[in-house]
């Protein structure tokens, strides 16, 4: 990570926390009934807590990281990042989609450092931090390379670290492995798990993947639809650094059996 990204001195204090939020999208048809996407949802994120939302298509996870990102408002409740209300996206919340959304007229080299010229358009220094972020993301060699020249999982990398160059603080990430193979995915697991451990950065994190979630995260947020609410939050206590072997250990199941427990008794 770069240097300057150091570890808050603030401890492990909620710095994400949503109170009594709910969302209701405005009918899509002429004649068509409202959408309650969530409803009623509290929750509190700790300063360098990885957070995973888990639950099936429509519960309402993707509308929750909308809200915390600050893309959508909210209809009731709100969110507030290290205690002020979210009205609109910040510098200090980065954010990761399914694609990878690089720009595709952009080599590596520039699609990482795009957050920075946005920055500061003197380009000022920013050749040996774009150069640092591509080492940290394993894509030394590719800085010249147009994202079709790249494999999925690298065109993820490069967005993470188009994300991770400007030093956010929190990293909100909606399924940003869903689009990838099995082999990839995994690999994008581990890179993921250490970068988490290098840089703790806070993450609330969405999949509908449970093995996923249990693999990376300190909690699992269960949520359940129609209308999206929070069913069960399970704290995960698997010992770090996790090594891709513990999704065959005892504990691991015992996680997922109560995760899809929960899934199951409230979806039916
Ligand atoms: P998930 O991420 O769990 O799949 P979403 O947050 O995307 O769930 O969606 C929750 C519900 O809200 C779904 O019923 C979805 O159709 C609806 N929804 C999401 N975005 C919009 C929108 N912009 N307008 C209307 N309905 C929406």
């Not at 510098?91 to 959304?101: C, I, L, N």
């Not at 991770?164 to 099995?182: K, Q, S, V, Y």
């Amino acid at each position: 990570m770069p240097a300057s990204v150091q570890w808050s001195e603030r401890g492990f204090v909620a710095v994400i926390e949503l109170t009594n939020l709910t969302k209701v999208y405005a009918a899509t048809r002429k004649g068509g009934a409202p959408t309650v996407a969530v409803e009623d949802v509290s929750l509190s994120i700790s300063r360098g807590e990885f957070c995973a939302v888990v639950g099936p298509s429509g519960c309402g996870k993707t509308t929750v990281l909308n809200l915390v990102a600050g893309f959508e408002k909210s209809t009731q409740g709100q969110v507030l990042i290290d205690g002020t209300p979210v009205t609109r996206p910040g510098p200090e919340r980065a954010v990761v989609f399914q694609q990878p959304s690089l720009l595709p007229w952009m080599t590596v080299h520039e699609n990482v450092g795009f957050g920075l010229t946005l920055r500061d358009k003197s380009n000022h220094g920013h050749d040996e931090a774009i150069g640092q972020m591509i080492d940290i993301m394993g894509l030394e060699g590719f800085e010249h390379h147009y994202p079709y020249q790249l494999s999925g999982g690298m065109q993820q990398r490069a967005a993470i670290g188009r994300a991770l160059i400007t030093e956010p603080t929190m990293l909100l990430m909606d399924e940003p492995f869903g689009a990838l193979d099995a082999q990839t995915r995994s690999e994008m697991q581990r890179f993921l798990l250490e970068l988490w451990r290098s840089w703790h950065p806070t993450v609330l994190f969405i999949t509908h993947d449970v093995d996923e979630a249990i693999l990376l995260s300190d909690r699992i947020v269960v949520m359940t639809p129609r209308p999206g609410t929070i069913a069960a939050e399970i704290p995960v206590t698997l010992k770090r650094p996790r090594q891709w072997d513990v999704v065959l250990s005892q504990e691991f199941l015992h996680y997922k059996k109560r995760i899809l427990s929960v899934l199951r008794r409230e979806i039916g």
